[in-house]
T-cell receptor, first 114, second 111 residues
Framework: KAGVTQTPRYLIKTRGQQVTLSCSPISGHRSVSWYQQTPGQGLQFLFEYFSETQRNKGNFPGRFSGRQFSNSRSEMNVSTLELGDSALYLC?????????????FGSGTQLSVL | GQNIDQPTEMTATEGAIVQINCTYQ??????LFWYQQHAGEAPTFLSY????GLEEKGRFSSFLSRSKGYSYLLLKELQMKDSASYLCAVRDRQAGTALIFGKGTTLSVSS
């Protein structure tokens, strides 16, 4: 069974640009979450999607958005990039996103904003 | 609010036992997870505790005390491949399905 796949693996952008990251969850998983990982803050929750609906949102500005498609694949978008957005963006999937389910993480997209 | 604390770094030698502590403060505790993350790789699930006590899984064990807001991950018979970051994460009813992570403990195992 294939794991969680994230593309691209690396991205370099400049301030003010926008970026779209993609995540394909494990087959059959309907919940997809996104996390930002930085050395200073660790992993921080961005949002969670289930059946194409945003079910939960973390404390990030509106420049960060996402969506989920009918096949459970998800994308996240960051507009008007800032230097502080440089981070590893991790996607995680689970079957139903219920509280006792473990998350399966992808290897992430490393975003560098210059 | 929520707060999770764990040591930043730990070192140990091959064959030894190491205990990584995690303390947390949440208003609606709803489970605690431990993940392992090797540099440049995805975090992988190690253990889940929701009730007090010890959960053992091979060389790895995890303990939870809800009254103390405390957990530890115990790694026995350390191997070089155990050098990684260990992430403590909790679920809080107020945060719904989100996992709230500590900043991670980087463990270095030497021979």
């Amino acid at each position: 069974k294939a794991g969680v796949t994230q593309t691209p693996r690396y991205l370099i952008k400049t301030r003010g640009q926008q970026v779209t990251l993609s995540c394909s969850p494990i087959s059959g998983h309907r919940s997809v979450s996104w996390y930002q990982q930085t050395p200073g803050q660790g992993l921080q929750f961005l949002f969670e999607y289930f059946s194409e609906t945003q079910r939960n949102k973390g404390n990030f500005p509106g420049r960060f958005s996402g969506r989920q498609f009918s096949n459970s694949r998800s994308e996240m978008n960051v507009s008007t990039l800032e230097l502080g957005d440089s981070a590893l963006y991790l996607c995680a999937s689970s079957l139903r996103g219920i509280t006792n389910e473990k998350l399966f993480f992808g290897s992430g997209t490393q975003l560098s904003v210059l | 609010g929520q707060n999770i604390d764990q040591p930043t770094e730990m070192t140990a030698t091959e064959g030894a036992i190491v205990q990584i502590n995690c303390t947390y403060q949440t208003s609606g505790f709803n489970g605690l997870f431990w993940y392992q993350q090797h540099a440049g790789e995805a975090p992988t699930f190690l253990s889940y505790n929701v009730l007090d006590g010890l959960e053992e899984k091979g060389r790895f064990s995890s303990f939870l005390s809800r009254s103390k807001g405390y957990s530890y991950l115990l790694l026995k018979e350390l191997q070089m491949k155990d050098s990684a970051s260990y992430l403590c994460a909790v679920r809080d009813r107020q945060a719904g399905t989100a996992l709230i992570f500590g900043k991670g403990t980087t463990l270095s195992v030497s021979s």
